[in-house]
């Protein structure tokens, strides 16, 4: 890891860490470059854990020292910025004061994801970054084997999604469908029984349908998009519309990502009963 000291924003090698607050700039140059940023040091130590390759790391000088001991470890430059440098580059106050640039990996097949997995989560268009990462910091937590998500949900490696999940996005297994018309079908040939998170009238309790479910039983959840929910094709295919139950006081529902670790820790006590 060699340590350059750089002292301009324009400065050709910093490109991958300019405007990160521009979200319309850094889908276009994270997806052409097949990059993705990390920030924090916990963040980027299970990034590098997780066996993503830097393309580079970037702190401030008041945190210069904070990956000192990954300089025998790590084979990408480290760029040390003044405070209003790094904070002229990325557009705002770095607080955290470390940032990284990684290389993405390709994404595994549906099959190949779902090979080992009997608690699984299926995301349908959920486009805001910020729950995309909590919903994945919930599925990891609780035990859940992996996710799915329909073409048009949120980057999981998103910076913010990648911030909010705490690095979960690094440790638990995803992919997308390539359809989203037919892609239900491809689970539920991998025998997963797909239940959709709804509050709608025909719903049954979540502990409901999964009473007398046992730990090898294949159960997808589905979760959809803010506000409108999942879409009428994807409820229509499930085979279970299912409810998390209200206490009443004109509240019919929570929002995506308290909804999705509450149902995550229904699946973790189906998976293993003693908890």
Do not use: Q
Request: charged residues 25%; hydrophobic residues 45%.
């Amino acid at each position: 890891m060699k340590v350059i000291e750089l002292t301009e924003a324009a400065d050709p090698r910093l490109a991958d860490y300019v405007r990160l607050r521009d979200v319309n700039l850094r889908k276009s140059l994270e997806s052409v470059h097949g990059l993705f940023l990390a920030e924090g040091e916990k963040v980027i130590r299970r990034a590098l854990r997780a066996g993503y390759a830097p393309r580079s790391l970037l702190l401030t000088e008041r945190r210069r020292d904070a990956l000192a001991d990954l300089e025998g470890e790590v084979d990408a430059p480290l760029y040390v910025l003044p405070e209003p440098v790094a904070r002229s580059l990325v557009g705002f106050d770095l607080h955290r004061g470390v940032l990284g640039s990684f290389h993405r990996k390709p994404l595994p097949a549906v099959a190949d994801v779902l090979a080992g997995a009997r608690r699984v989560v299926v995301l349908e268009d959920i486009v805001d970054h910020t729950n995309v990462g909590a919903i994945f910091r919930s599925a990891a937590g609780l035990g859940v084997d992996a996710v799915v998500m329909a073409p048009r949900c949120a980057d999981p490696l998103y910076r913010r999604s990648v911030k909010v999940s705490m690095g979960a996005v690094f440790t638990l297994p995803y992919t997308r469908l390539d359809d989203w018309f037919g892609g239900l079908e491809t689970l539920r040939a991998l025998d997963f029984r797909l239940l959709a998170l709804t509050p709608g009238p025909d719903s049954v309790t979540l502990g409901a349908a999964l009473s007398g479910t046992g730990p090898t039983d294949r159960i997808a959840l589905m979760l959809g998009t803010e506000g409108d929910g999942l879409s009428a094709r994807w409820s229509e295919l499930a085979d279970t519309r299912v409810r998390i139950p209200m206490a009443g006081r004109d509240i019919d529902s929570l929002n995506v990502t308290a909804a999705a670790a509450i149902a995550c820790h229904e699946l973790l006590r189906t998976a293993h009963p003693a908890n």
